[in-house]
């Protein structure tokens, strides 16, 4: 028997608090991506296309800490005699847990927390279970954020769970349909990406599952060979390599992710077999396994690696929990390879999660083609192909059936694209799967509701925040007729077609309108938004200038921590660390203790030769730190190096280089770095 229930589930959990108000503009869309001539010329095509750093229209999610209390979350169990399946729908649908019942086993890696760290495109991303990426390169945009989760019905009449969206960047509708039928041993998800739009677009997708990790765990899927990270090139840049023993690693086996030292990653090229796969088994042979029909072909392997920095992760992002690795299947060869999707495009692709066992002594041989093979066997007999690519069908002939119940809500967004749409004699229809009611609409979509019906984007107060951020190209020609009249021609709307000019490269554009915007009303968010563009253009005196002009429109009492946290590295990479410090003195208290803001307090007081400062600052816990950010570490061995050359009476460079980072490694607390090296 089959069963969905809503519950609350209680969590140690932090609060994300309110998004970040300002603007993040996209960088470069095409990055330059190093290549090893070990990589095929096929492979080669499409690398770094799309997938330069891109969040607008959404927000930074960045104002959390490290503060966790017991906190109720909305949960959703799908359940049947073999497994049990536990969803976040307030956490982009997270699937937290799979408890395989017949061995009294949790599948996946489940977090025994909820704590953001900074890894996703917003920021705020927390480890384990199966996240759903879609849209852009990285976490995805919905990640901690509330998505559609509703009841629909599978084939013998049992209950199922579809999660979907509107994801506003790219203008796509996604779904997933989980099936779990009375007595089966496999959850399924059937997924779909629509694009009912005229144009074609970039799109990425990625099923990202974290296993727990043991010192014998290994990782297999059905391929020869892998692409992957070449750190001789900077980190961003691939090689191929034949499997098991990757270059990356000096040849040693990458499919036991202790074997590296340092947080690494590799790509399965699956290109050969009709059912792609995943595996992450124990010494027993036994563990999770995912697999799908050929159009989400391709597979990842992440691990933290056996450093330092890497069990600092673990710990940081799962405190009290266990180690993990990451199992990841895509659409693309890698996660830097673009994929276009056609205009009136409309994917689809089954996968099936669950637990497995092969024989261990196969599955663990050296010899890689005998271990796969041993495994993809043993997968074969108990999801046999055929019977996999039959129910991709039938459950894509009941996509389009409307939600029998609405279980918890996402955003109004796809309200407000369905009531646009309406009134747009030209749109593509939207699939009828996609339930979004008018409920759903709130402040910020009426905004622009208004725009829509009255032609005029309204006005408000300059001293409020911005609010939320619009750039679809619908949107964007809506609001530019507004401003051809004097009605629709306000700071706030003038604000909002900067951003919207800025986002497509437009910055002759984007600078004429937050002009314009200031012209008819000072704002401090306009002036941010011009201390960006000149900070571009390198015109680092305009920048300050304009970022003292946002600073000194900013209430007094209620200054906001992102416009701080910005004033103060642009003043920090001046040199200009006595304002700077005139900056953070002046912060109310609680605003002082904001992680960023505490660490450009640190990297003051170095420069400004307070050492007891900087050993004060280093000694507490941050919440926001980057993947991949050294700016702690960097703290730590400068503050030593000073220590050592004021002792010793050596230059500074000296004691940098001989001594400083040698001989006082960071505390593990503040040791966030992918590797063990201080270069």
Excluded at 207 to 227: C, G, H, K, S
Aim: charged letters at 20%; a negative charge.
């Amino acid at each position: 028997m089959t069963t969905l229930t809503s519950e609350l589930l209680t969590l140690p959990a932090a609060l994300l608090g309110e998004d970040n108000p300002l603007p993040f503009f996209r960088e470069s869309p095409n990055p330059s991506v190093p290549m090893r001539e070990s990589l095929p010329s096929h492979k080669r095509d499409l690398m770094g296309w799309e997938t330069g750093f891109r969040v607008l229209p959404y927000r930074m999610q960045d104002h959390y800490t490290r503060q966790r209390t017991p906190t109720p979350l909305p949960a959703i169990g799908l359940e049947n005699e073999v497994l049990k399946a536990t969803f976040l729908p307030g956490h982009g649908g997270r699937l937290l847990s799979l408890w395989h019942k017949p061995t009294s086993r949790e599948l996946l890696c489940r977090n025994p927390v909820l704590q953001p760290a900074n890894l996703a495109i917003r920021n705020a991303w927390f480890s384990g279970g199966i996240e759903w990426n879609i849209g852009q390169f990285g976490h995805t945009f919905s990640t901690c954020s509330p998505v559609f989760a509703a009841e629909i019905r599978g084939a013998q009449g049992e209950p199922g769970l579809r999660l979907y969206e509107f994801e506003r960047c790219k203008r796509l509708f996604w779904q997933i349909d989980f099936y779990l039928p009375p007595g089966s041993p496999w959850l399924m998800a059937f997924t779909r990406i629509a694009n009912p739009n005229p144009d074609d677009t970039s799109t990425y997708w990625w099923t990202n599952v974290a296993v727990p990790e043991t010192q014998d765990t290994r990782v297999l899927a059905p391929a020869r060979q892998a692409i992957y990270i070449d750190f001789d090139l900077g980190g961003h840049g691939f090689g191929c390599g034949d499997l098991p023993n990757l270059p990356s690693l000096n040849g040693a086996d990458a499919t036991y992710s202790l074997n590296s030292t340092f947080a690494n990653e590799f790509f399965f090229q699956c290109d050969e077999t009709d059912l792609p796969w995943e595996a992450a088994l124990d010494r027993t042979g036994s563990g999770f396994i995912e697999a799908s029909t050929p159009r989400l072909r391709y597979r990842k392997m992440f691990c933290w690696g056996n450093h330092q920095g890497g069990q600092h992760w673990q710990e940081f992002l799962s405190p009290g929990g266990q180690p993990y690795l990451e199992i990841q299947a895509g659409l693309a060869p890698t996660q830097l390879h673009g994929l276009s999707m056609p205009s009136g495009a409309d994917w689809t692709w089954l996968q099936a999660f669950g637990c497995i066992q092969a024989d261990p002594s196969q599955a663990h041989s050296p010899d890689w083609e005998v271990a796969w093979r041993t495994v993809d066997a043993a997968l074969r007999d108990a999801m046999p192909m055929g019977r996999l690519r039959d129910l991709e069908t039938n459950y894509r002939l009941h996509a389009d059936e409307p939600p029998v119940e609405i279980l918890s809500a996402g955003s109004g967004w796809g309200a407000l694209e369905s009531a646009r749409r309406a009134r747009d004699s030209n749109a593509l229809p939207i699939p009828p799967s996609f339930a979004f009611p008018v409920t759903t609409l709130g402040h910020e979509q009426r905004k622009w509701l208004d725009l829509l019906n009255g032609g005029v984007l309204p006005e408000q107060r300059p001293e409020e925040l911005p609010g939320e951020w619009m750039t679809q190209d619908e949107w964007f020609e809506l609001l530019t007729r507004s401003l051809e009249h004097e009605a629709g021609r306000n700071w706030y709307a003038l604000l909002h077609a900067g951003v919207m000019r800025m986002e497509r490269f437009d910055e002759a554009g984007a600078e004429s309108a937050w002009n314009a915007s200031l012209q008819a009303m000072p704002s401090a968010w306009a002036h941010r938004n011009l201390a960006v563009l000149a900070h571009r253009r390198n015109r680092q005196a305009d920048a300050l200038a304009h970022y003292r002009q946002a600073w000194s429109l900013v209430s007094a009492s209620l200054p906001h921590p992102a416009l701080a946290a910005e004033y103060l590295q642009v003043l920090c990479a001046a040199g200009q660390f006595d304002r700077a410090r005139e900056v953070y003195d002046s912060l109310p208290e609680a605003l002082r203790q904001a992680d960023r803001i505490q660490i450009w307090r640190g990297r003051i007081a170095l420069e400004l030769g307070d050492l007891e400062m900087v050993e004060q600052v280093l000694g507490r816990e941050y919440a926001v730190v980057r993947e991949g950010e050294t700016e702690l570490s960097d703290l730590w061995y400068e503050m030593w190096a000073r220590r050592v050359a004021a002792r010793d009476g050596v230059p500074l460079d000296d004691a940098l280089r001989q001594r400083g980072k040698r001989d006082y490694p960071p505390h593990s607390h503040i040791d966030f770095r992918l590797t063990n090296s201080v270069s």
